[in-house]
């Protein structure tokens, strides 16, 4: 059983900030037992796979496949890789898509409960969007090296309304990098996020932001678990 915390005596704050700012971060929002029982799963009981693009292409490659790649290989991948992110559009992370489909029991269970009126229920309060029926999800690891550069999350196709991200990092450091930027339309940096435990960070899909590089010497992997409330 994965569930969220009742808060609803500090509903009418919350509301009132992201009305304001269309965007907000909660935190302890977790039970305590669906906090250890997701951080568990999440360290120990999933695959990652790592997203990248290559000349426009999107590619999804297991750590195993990056790992038998010769020096040459990688390094020439790694090439790639920044010149996109140089020109402003770039990404490289590890997710695990979590779907209806999927068979393991507790991401099952998040899944449900995601999209159960329960929360949407909560989102639609915060957030005043009464459209919103059914939520995607995948869970994230950013690892030395990885980033995502400066984007929007809209998709009309999939009706994303409201991008969400629960932490599951303690113990972060900002010199790690992985922070959450936020950025108005002339590109000046508004706010930031920083990777933490138990939190859930809500925004407006129209909102530009990005995944800043975790550094060399992040002693973790900034993990969470991401996705999309959606109006279809
Ligand atoms: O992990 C985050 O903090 C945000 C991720 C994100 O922006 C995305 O996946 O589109
Ligand atoms: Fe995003």
């Not at 250890?36 to 426009?56: M, P, Q, V, W, Y």
């Amino acid at each position: 059983m994965v569930e969220l915390k009742n808060i609803s005596e500090k509903l009418e704050s919350i509301q009132e900030e992201y009305m304001k700012n269309k965007r907000v971060m909660l935190s302890d929002v977790w039970t305590d037992e669906s906090a250890s029982l997701l951080h568990e799963a999440i360290e120990n009981k999933t695959s990652f796979l790592n997203a990248f693009a290559i000349d426009g292409k999107y590619i999804q490659s297991s750590d195993r496949e990056l790992g038998n790649m010769t020096t040459e290989e990688k390094r020439e991948l790694q090439r790639t890789i920044y010149k996109d992110a140089s020109n402003g559009i770039g990404f490289f992370y590890g997710r695990h898509n979590i779907n209806k489909n999927t068979e393991f029991s507790l991401y099952k269970a998040l899944f449900n409960y995601l999209n159960s009126d329960v929360c949407l229920n909560f989102i639609r309060q915060i957030t005043g969007n009464e459209n919103v029926i059914s939520a995607s999800l995948q869970v994230t690891r950013y690892i030395s090296g990885n980033f995502l550069t400066r984007h929007n999350d809209v998709l009309p196709s999939e009706g994303r309304a409201i991008a969400y991200v629960f932490g599951f990092t303690p113990n972060w450091h900002p010199d790690w990098g992985g922070l959450l930027h936020f950025f108005n339309a002339e590109g000046g940096m508004v706010d930031t996020f920083f990777p933490k435990n138990n939190t859930l960070s809500l925004f407006d899909v129209n909102l530009p932001h990005s995944v800043s590089y975790v550094t060399p010497f992040a002693k973790y992997p900034r993990y969470s678990i991401t996705g999309w409330f959606n109006v279809i």
